[in-house]
């Protein structure tokens, strides 16, 4: 069956530095990837989406990586802020339609 | 336009009660889908419907979840009966329908079964 996994763990860093957070999926090969935001007690809020035929992606301070071969993405917030602090969470479409699905999610906390 | 919009944002019920959770969908878009977010399972997708006909509910659990799309600008999702392990975030959310576009989720609505 799919299957998509983020960083089991929360992640905790240094306001400043990089932010690299992992989604890894088995069993299918989606056309596109999403990456969404959720802050507590809120809906996930869409930031991203990358191509399967697009290796990288940039907007601001976020840049997503999409490799079809290895079958993971890489989200990396470059001079994070406490206010980065948050779930994220990506999401795979099915080929089949317009539906996709998410991953575990991946807490993050920026010090300052 | 105020986004995609879903009632009640909280809802108690006991054991057996029925619980029917609205959406509201952004004006325009004709795709609507309806998640599921807990701790252990993360957010799942339950139905997903294309121009108000349910294209994929394999993500319903069982019979006692239904879900109603009578036109564009509204959409139901129902559990009878409810049981506690049905306590969750629902979240509604919808999207233009093309191909490769983000969706816009709801606030949710919490729903906790004794």
């Known amino acids: 069956s799919q299957k998509i996994e983020q960083n089991s763990e929360a992640l905790n860093i240094q306001e400043g530095k990089t932010a690299t957070l992992t989604c890894n999926y088995t069993n299918y090969s989606p056309a596109y990837l999403q990456w969404y935001r959720q802050d507590p007690g809120r809906g996930p809020v869409f930031l991203l989406l990358i191509r399967e035929n697009e290796k990288e992606k940039r907007k601001e301070r976020l840049k997503v990586t999409f490799d079809t071969t290895l079958k993971q993405s890489l989200f990396h917030i470059t001079a994070s802020q406490p206010a980065d602090s948050a779930t994220y969470l990506c999401?795979?479409?099915?080929?089949?339609?317009?539906?996709?699905?998410f991953g575990t999610g991946t807490s993050l906390t920026v010090i300052p | 336009d105020a986004g995609v919009i879903q009632s009640p944002r909280h809802e108690v019920t006991e054991m057996g009660q029925e619980v029917t959770l609205r959406c509201k969908p952004i004006?325009?878009?004709?795709?609507l889908f309806w998640y599921r977010q807990t701790m252990m399972r993360g957010l799942e997708l339950l139905i997903y419907?294309?121009?108000?006909?349910?294209?994929?509910d394999s993500g319903m659990p069982e019979d006692r979840f239904s879900a109603k799309m009578p036109n564009a600008s509204f959409s139901t999702l129902k559990i009878q009966p409810s049981e506690p392990r049905d306590s969750a975030v629902y979240f509604c959310?919808?999207?233009?329908?093309?191909?490769?576009?983000?969706?816009?989720f709801g606030q949710g609505t919490r729903l906790t079964v004794v």
């Open positions: 419907f294309n121009n108000n006909v349910p294209i994929d």
């Open positions: 999401a795979l479409d099915m080929r089949t339609g317009n539906q996709f699905y």
């Open positions: 959310a919808s999207s233009s329908g093309i191909m490769n576009t983000e969706a816009f």
């Open positions: 004006s325009g878009h004709n795709s």
